[in-house]
């Protein structure tokens, strides 16, 4: 009698932990988005990734479409390799471009997969060659400075030869 | 000045040397004894009842204030920034990969491994455990054994409890109080965590946890004086190096964990 009174507490005491985990894996980091559909794997060459990490998110016309499998740097090119594991329900021409994005001001950096034209469509193993790189701030500033300046310096010497 | 006579810093040393000796042998004792202890599951379900059951309201009611507090500071830092949607995932991140693991663990230091070196440093004043050995019963394995796994089971499920209340009490005074919208406030969570990444580091590191508390508590007991006054100094160590060998731990696994 005892026994079994003890044995619906613990019951209840386990299920309630496994109900916490549950919560955490399911509610929290959302375990059921984890797809375990088919994929396909498309490479990408960049020359600057800027931030882009692993597992971040590949987009077109703002839809999740794949992520992004891993980032290596080839030594042959010296750009930047993306390995992408796109889902196998969505196929994209062959000349579509890749565009690297932030969400919001200081949100992750994501790609932006842009569709082309072409008839014939991407397969697996296949590299997408149009890419454009990651905005890097410091770069975007100097380019900046450097046009000021120099649209600067050019009216005062227009200024001068008068 | 007795102290600096060589004959007495070479006795302390080699207590000390053989008290880390016993604590390896128990340990490694404990860990073989996991087949005999689960074959008698009674046992160990006695011990999760008295070792979970029982922690369980100061472990949810901790969880759901340090929630509580974690939704007002972490909107007061936020806001600053504009980013008061990010609160959601600043509570869930520092509580699944943090505070959930740890403070569930001294809080089970002090709740249960306090009660687990008493009651085994009390049977030992009472002469039980001698009785035991007397009747060929080990007493490792009939009394440590049993309250050793169930302490392992027990803690990684209280982190979890410890960790989604702590989410639910931010989610309280973020979402219902402040108003943070609930829509950005899940939907950050769910885009920021990782269930490998996060919640499965945080779960090995209160499994770690739980091997570590109950076995100093363990140890503590089954090596403490037989007296009034052992058991109560066993049972202060108990609180004292369980608290500090998880907090050592807790950065030795964070480093290894989150570093790579």
């Known amino acids: 009698m005892q026994r079994s009174k003890i044995d619906v507490w613990v019951g209840l005491f386990v299920l309630l932990g496994v109900a916490a985990v549950l919560f955490l894996a399911l509610q929290a980091a959302n375990l059921l988005n984890l797809n375990f559909q088919p994929t396909y794997q498309l490479d990408a060459r960049f020359t600057d990734v800027g931030g882009l990490k692993p597992k971040a998110a590949v987009r077109s016309a703002g839809v999740l479409v794949g992520r992004v499998e891993a980032i290596r740097f080839d030594d042959k090119t010296f750009q930047a390799r993306v390995t992408m594991s796109m889902d196998s329900q969505f196929a994209f021409p062959k000349d579509s471009s890749l565009k690297i994005l932030t969400s919001g001001l200081l949100g992750e950096q994501y790609l932006g997969l842009e569709p082309g034209a072409d008839e014939k469509n991407l397969v697996a193993g296949d590299t997408i060659s149009s890419t454009q790189s990651a905005v890097v701030l410091e770069n975007l500033i100097g380019q900046f400075l450097y046009n000021s300046a120099s649209s600067g310096g050019g009216s005062q010497a227009g200024k001068d030869k008068k | ?260």
């Open chain 2, 1 to 260: 000045m007795s102290w600096y006579r060589p004959s007495d810093i070479g006795y302390s040393l080699r207590r000390q040397l053989a008290d880390i000796g016993l604590g390896a042998r128990l340990f490694v004792r404990l860990l073989m004894l996991f087949g005999p202890a689960f074959r008698r599951f009674g046992l160990i379900r006695d011990q999760i009842h008295f070792l979970g059951n029982y922690s369980l309201a100061i472990i949810a009611v901790s969880g759901l204030f340090v929630g509580f507090v974690f939704g007002l500071q972490g909107y007061y830092t936020l806001q600053r920034y504009g980013s008061s949607e990010a609160l959601g995932l600043l509570v869930t991140l520092t509580l699944v990969r943090e505070l959930g693991p740890v403070v569930t663990a001294l809080l089970f230091a002090g709740r249960a491994g306090t009660s687990l070196t008493a009651e085994i440093g009390l049977m030992k004043a009472g002469e039980q455990i001698s009785v035991m050995e007397m009747m060929a019963v080990d007493p490792v394995q009939r009394v440590l054994a049993p309250r050793f796994w169930a302490g392992v089971i027990v803690m990684p499920l209280l982190a979890a409890v410890f960790s989604a209340t702590g989410i639910i009490g931010g989610w309280v005074v973020g979402v219902l109080m402040i108003g943070v919208d609930a829509g950005s406030f899940w939907s950050q969570i769910q885009g920021g965590v990782d269930v490998w990444q996060d919640v499965g580091n945080g779960l090995i590191k209160s499994v770690v946890f739980g091997f570590t508390v109950t076995f100093v508590a363990l140890l503590q007991g089954f090596e403490a004086q037989a007296t009034p006054e052992g058991v109560s100094k066993a049972t202060t160590r108990t609180v004292v190096m369980a608290s500090l060998a998880v907090l050592g731990l807790d950065f030795i696994l964070t480093a290894m964990m989150f570093s790579l």
